[in-house]
């Protein structure tokens, strides 16, 4: 199955980024003792870096691509440095000075990052070098969508395990766990890749360069600004959803779990309901009309949400919160779409350099969120448990309900004639 062996790289990978996301700051500070304003400067500097290098490394693989043929031969090698990096980072040896521990923490953060990007960003790309047409590739993102979920749930569960287990070095052991769903993954996706790759583009050749090339696409730009703000919102709910469910409606660690499992099924089982729905309406309406009746939903039921009643949050939050987070299939797929009708246009491959800046402004949306999320959980968090409740309700409800809702506003702005982005 092409899907499957496509997708199942996303195990390994997104199981990466949500424990390095949950874990890595708490290891460093707690574990190693470096000074937490350090460490989240060390995080930031390398997080900056990953954004600057995401389309040079989506250039690079196009250019292999138009040289060669093939984008896979990033994936074995991308593999091999991220393993190596991994293990560098949370085995970390003994020492002393806070200079040293802040040097080691950054550089083995850019190091990951690097390796991270070498991997990522030709990965995502082959979804284009695979597929024959759009409702083909809308199905390969499905299942790359579906393997990052279940990855997200091993990247909370195993190390939680070891945590739990109380044994000796829980990060180490979770590393190993890491880096066999990451050879595993990548290597099934690698020969899936070798199998049904398709022959490179007989055209001009390729371009030097440039950031701005795909800014200049009318087409893509109203997609990536609603990408931009739509993820800004998705960072925040995130972000925000401990806070809301502990201190808003009082949730125990059990409860809390159970929203945030039911919540990644609801996505991962709406996937080919989505799929199935844009071949009777235009993508592009789907999508809208999706994240629309997210952002209604967001604003008007999450602050009505009755503390301590954790029946009413899986049904909204988890249920239909995550059918409706499953649109977010469409939304690449939209991407790859456009893509592909400029490539055609000019006889190009350029799904790598699209993807790298589609993943740089990822990353610049989710600093902005973060930046922002502190200031407001310094005014939604007070000693009074019933301002708490509102505050919170507020900002995980109408705030980012009204962030998706602009999205949708800016998605309108996509041209109904032209073919790539109905």
């Known amino acids: ?63 292999v691509r138009f040289k060669r043929g093939e984008r896979y031969s990033f994936l074995p090698w991308g593999l091999v440095f991220l393993c190596v ?42 979804v284009g070098d695979l597929a024959v047409d759009s409702h083909e590739r809308s199905k390969l993102i499905g299942w790359r969508l579906a393997f990052g979920n279940l990855g997200a749930i091993f990247g909370i569960a195993v190390p939680g395990y070891f945590l ?17 769903l990451l050879c595993v993954g990548t290597l099934v996706s690698w020969y899936t890749a070798l199998r049904y790759n398709r022959p490179a583009r007989q055209g001009q050749a390729l371009a030097k360069f440039s950031l701005f090339q795909p800014l200049k696409n009318h087409s893509f730009m109203p997609l990536l600004a609603a ?41 991962t089982i709406s996937i080919p309901g989505w799929l199935l729905l844009v071949r009777y309406v235009p993508k592009r309406q789907a999508l809208m009309w999706g994240v629309f009746i997210l952002g209604m939903v967001s604003s008007f039921i999450y602050p009505m949400l009755p503390p301590e009643q954790v029946g009413w949050a899986l049904l909204w939050a988890s249920g239909v919160g995550g059918v409706l987070v499953g649109s977010a299939v469409l ?3 939209l991407l790859t779409d456009i893509v592909k009708a400029e490539e055609d246009r000019t006889g190009q491959d350029e ?32 000693k009074q448990p019933e301002v708490t409740h509102f505050r919170l309700g507020l900002a995980f409800g109408p705030l980012v309900g009204s962030l998706f809702i602009l999205a949708v506003l800016l998605l309108w702005k ?9």
């Open 1 to 63: 199955m092409k899907g499957f062996g496509y997708g199942f790289a996303e195990l390994g990978i997104n199981c990466v980024e949500i424990f390095l996301r949950l874990h890595l700051l708490v290891f460093y500070t707690q574990e190693v003792g470096l000074n937490s304003s350090m460490a989240g400067l060390a995080l930031g500097l390398a997080i900056f870096w990953d954004a600057l290098i995401d389309p040079v490394i989506g250039y690079y693989s196009d250019r």
């Open 227 to 267: 990408y931009f703000v739509a993820n800004i919102g998705l960072t925040f709910n995130s972000s925000v959803a401990l806070y809301f469910y502990r201190e808003a409606l009082e949730f125990s660690e059990k409860e809390i779990t159970a929203v945030l499992l039911l919540f990644l099924l609801s996505f």
């Open 414 to 422: 996509l041209s109904n004639g032209r073919s790539a982005v109905k």
């Open 351 to 382: 799904l790598g350099l699209y993807f790298g800046v589609w993943k740089m402004v990822g990353k610049v949306s989710r600093g902005v969120a973060l930046a922002v999320t502190g200031q407001i959980l310094t005014w939604a968090l007070t």
């Open 164 to 180: 739990i287990a109380r044994e000796s070095k829980p990060y180490a052991l979770t590393a190993w766990m890491i880096v066999l």
């Open 331 to 333: 939304l690449e797929s």
């Open 85 to 126: 990096s991994i293990m560098g980072l949370l085995n970390p040896p003994p020492m002393e000075s806070m200079t040293a521990k802040f040097l080691y923490l950054l550089g083995f953060s850019l190091l990951v990052n690097t390796a991270y990007t070498c991997l990522s960003v030709p990965y995502s790309a082959l």
